[in-house]
């Protein structure tokens, strides 16, 4: 079956402790992308990646790190979180950046205290 | 820069009616437009995909729009149904590798 994994689905930390979401496809897609969705400012492109060890800022990259290694994995790192970075995250991959097919991950949903 | 807009930001219907769902964009200049369900606790789902070449898509009861012209898309729903109770989302491609949302509307149909 053609998914998007993420991991964890929810997590509660405490501020700067570091932590990783994971997301993992089995579609071989080039492209993956991370959102944060919040109420009222819809969702919003973190960081994305075009293919392996190529990724770029999107609208709101600041205190997120990403890596490539991998084709089928794009994890999303926090470094120092803080409560403003509590949000529903989602990763998305696609074959092409155009579409035509984008699947999205079932969401983390991350609370900063 | 893009932006999107989409409104109503909620809507409550009863069940068999034909509906529409309406989201504009400030930049005429796309590649394409999607059309996503987002039910509570998943993620989205892709249900149309409009390329800036074309007027309109169809998937069943479903039938998106677009007119670049103007910077408008609507989907349309035929015979709604309770299980097409979700929040629908568009998202403007504007040539680079990101998509910018709209923050949705929020649909009920009622049996």
């Known amino acids: 079956e053609a998914q998007v994994t993420q991991n964890p689905r929810y997590l509660i930390t405490v501020t700067g402790k570091k932590l990783t979401v994971t997301c993992s496809q089995n579609?071989?897609?080039?492209?993956m992308s991370w959102y944060r969705q919040d109420p009222g400012l819809g969702l919003r492109q973190i960081y994305y990646s075009m293919n392996v060890e190529v990724t770029d800022k999107g609208d709101v990259p600041e205190g997120y790190k990403v890596s490539r290694k991998e084709k089928r994995n794009f994890p999303l790192i926090l470094e120092s979180p803080s409560p403003n970075q509590t949000s529903l995250y989602f990763c998305a991959s696609s074959a092409l950046a155009g579409g035509p097919s984008w699947y999205f991950g079932p969401g983390t949903r991350l609370t900063v205290l | 820069k893009q932006e999107v807009t989409q409104i109503p930001a909620a809507l409550s219907v009863p069940e068999g009616e034909n509906l529409v769902l309406n989201c504009s964009f400030t930049d005429s200049a796309i590649y394409n437009l999607q059309w996503f369900r987002q039910d509570p606790g998943k993620g989205l789902t892709s249900l149309l995909l409009?390329?800036?070449?074309?007027r309109e898509q169809t998937s069943g009861r479903l039938n998106a729009s677009l007119d670049k012209s103007s910077g408008r898309s609507t989907l349309y729903i035929a015979a709604s149904q309770p299980g097409d109770s979700a929040t629908y989302l568009c998202a403007v491609n504007s040539g680079t590798y990101k998509y910018i949302f709209g923050t949705g509307t929020r649909l009920k149909v009622l049996a």
């Open positions: 409009i390329q800036s070449s074309q």
């Open positions: 579609m071989n897609h080039e492209y």
